[in-house]
């Protein structure tokens, strides 16, 4: 007994040790992308702390108007950082390693619960810690809901399993302590970030699959999951109250998919999704900060077989370790599907296939990785070469994973990278050539927002994000036409309406200057930018006369 427990003491020095290399240096990166609307404008962030304001806020409400996510648990742990650190980078970013560490440390707990060897556990977790297709929900700091919402889904997953390994007569009541702190922590994960919806249905798979024989039909099998029903009521019940919203989709131009699409082609990507996510897990090359799959656009699109055979691969996967008597390779991979049901699109999402999304249904791949290499081991017992073959994919990406982390390390970073890497998607260009507007780069952010154009001509918002360039570089002329160019595409901007209104001021055309702040007015009664620009404009007006 003393040498396991002193092989496992070693195995959690290796998890952690392999987890900081990997992600060596990440302290160095700065706010990206949502971070700073999450953490630099929030107020719920900055001000005085106010428990009541947190759990009663929406996610972006401070800082964009409207929220379509309810995360109170994510925002404590922010406040908590920013009462630490400031508005310092280095300790959120240290933060969301330890959680990183800590989910990998669970796993291997997880691990050992399914029956695995101290080795066997070490793979799994080393595997989930190192792959690079969990950098994002890591480097960047606006990826601490997919880690906290796992922390709880892990321990979750643990106290059921314990209680399920435990018999009837043993201690009763601490069984069903057991299944009752599952189901606290399953609405606890819920605040920090929804994507854990589906954990009910991967703790039935994992007890399914896990049990050579498993009493289906008797009552008491499926008693456990009511401990899951009120925190989901619960939290659907707070969503509804705060953000007046049940759903995660949100119909904007931005949106992946909109109802106009139709829904043969959102349910025809389906298995196209999920074969993606699988395919990213085996081999995360190369990696991009944003969404990896196009829609469905019909019945002679390619991809859809493509992503038929990819999905049909991975069930025939499950069967044939189930055939081999595999069952935890067959659990972790059916896990990892399950996981995914919520993010592939069944019901409307806003932007599936993201890098992130991979962080929680990454358990049972992580699972799925480390009982399938014990089953060859097994298989070719005579092979020395094969107890080693591991080491290899994990140095790979424990190195990917370094080189990942360095392209999080500010705004035109990351965003270069996406755009060379995604260049038919406007979000991709808006953003680099948005960054390149931040580093007051003015001509270089032309290009690709002249691109985003291109791809959204009938949408405002890039339009108006041009004109500003044009704008920066005293091309005055462009930019009028590209902030009327925004109008025309969406009346309610008034980004562009207060930007003409200066334009014509500072020619001394006071009257059409004072017609695009009244229309300001006419959309927003309460707009303070358009109010001061007004009364500016009639201070003028005895000067003139």
Known sequence: ??????????????????????????????????????????????????????????????????????????ILSLKLDHSLYGDKPAGFHISNLLWHISCALLLYLLALQWQASPEIALVAALVFAVTPFHTQSVAWISGRTDVLATTAALLALICFRVARLRGKNDNPLGRWLLFTAAGVLYFVGLLAKEIIIALPLVVLVQEVLLRPAPPLKRPGFWLPWGVFIPGLVVCFYLRYQIINSLFFFVNTPEAWWVPADGQLSRLATVPKILSWYLLKSVFPWPLVFERGVEMVRGIGDWTLYLGLIGLGGWIYGIRLCLRRGARQAAAGLACFLTALLPIANIVPVFEPCMEHFSYFPGIGFALFAAFAWMALRRRFEQSRVLRYTIVAPLIVFAVSTQDRVTEWQDDLTIFRDTAAKRPHLYRAQTSYGLALLAGRHYTEAIVPL???????????????????????????????????????????????????????????????????????????????MAKNNLMQLRRMRPRRQ
């Not at 290399?21 to 630099?40: C, K, P, R, S, T």
């Not at 009327?484 to 500072?506: K, R």
């Not at 020619?507 to 009244?518: C, F, V």
């Open 1 to 74: 007994m003393p040498s396991f427990f002193k092989k496992k003491g070693a195995h959690v020095l290796m998890i952690v040790a392999a987890t900081i290399a990997a992600y060596w240096g990440g302290w160095h990166n700065g706010f990206v992308y949502d971070d700073h609307d999450l953490i630099e404008k929030n107020s719920l962030i900055q001000e005085q702390f106010s428990l009541k304001k947190v759990l009663t806020t929406g996610y972006w409400e401070t800082t964009r108007g409207v929220s379509n996510y309810y995360r109170p648990l994510t």
């Open 450 to 528: 002249k691109q985003a154009v291109e791809l959204k001509p009938t949408y405002g918002r890039p339009h108006y994000n041009l004109g500003l360039a044009y704008r920066r570089l005293g091309r005055n002329e462009l930019a009028q036409t590209a902030f009327e160019n925004a109008i025309e595409c969406d009346p309610t901007l008034i980004s562009p309406m207060n930007n003409l209104g200066v334009i014509h001021y500072e020619r001394g055309e006071y009257g059409k200057a004072g017609y695009y702040w009244q229309s300001i007015l006419k959309i927003d009664p309460d707009n303070h």
